[in-house]
């Protein structure tokens, strides 16, 4: 049965050296955020012999897992239990616990926040106000 790490102990242990972590989001959620040495591999179409085949999981060694809140981390734990993976760990709290502890994430050119489209949303309708503001 997979165990749990906190954010902040994988990140100790990201520091320490070389670790498989898998984030199973989808490329999309990858490309906007995402742990720099974390490799995705979406739950979609998630395939642990593959997987291993290519070299990119080894089930000799710790395999980490994240998502964006554990969820899905966990159905991608299930199926590399069930692929004979014994030491498998999720990140506690996903992507989003990551985020909360303040650790480093590496963003999309451009991507934009939560908080800058807030203020870009304010910006155009200010405009648009002003423009319709002039015309009358």
Not at 63 to 77: F, I, V
């Amino acid at each position: 049965m997979a165990t749990l790490i906190s954010a902040q102990d994988l990140h100790r242990k990201l520091e320490q050296g070389a670790l498989t972590l898998l984030d199973v989001r989808s490329p999309g959620e990858f490309a906007r955020a995402h742990v720099p040495q974390a490799i995705n591999a979406p739950l979609t179409s998630l395939d642990p012999a593959a997987l291993e085949q290519l070299g990119t999981v080894n089930r000799k060694k710790t395999l980490y897992l994240m998502c964006q809140t554990q969820g899905r981390s966990g159905m991608a734990a299930t199926h590399f239990e069930k692929a004979g993976f014994r030491k498998v760990v999720i990140v506690a709290g996903g992507m989003a616990g990551w985020k909360a502890a303040g650790l480093a994430i590496n963003t999309a050119p451009g991507a934009a926040t939560t908080q800058s489209t807030r203020y870009i949303a304010i910006a155009i309708a200010l405009a648009a106000g002003l423009t319709l503001a002039w015309l009358i």
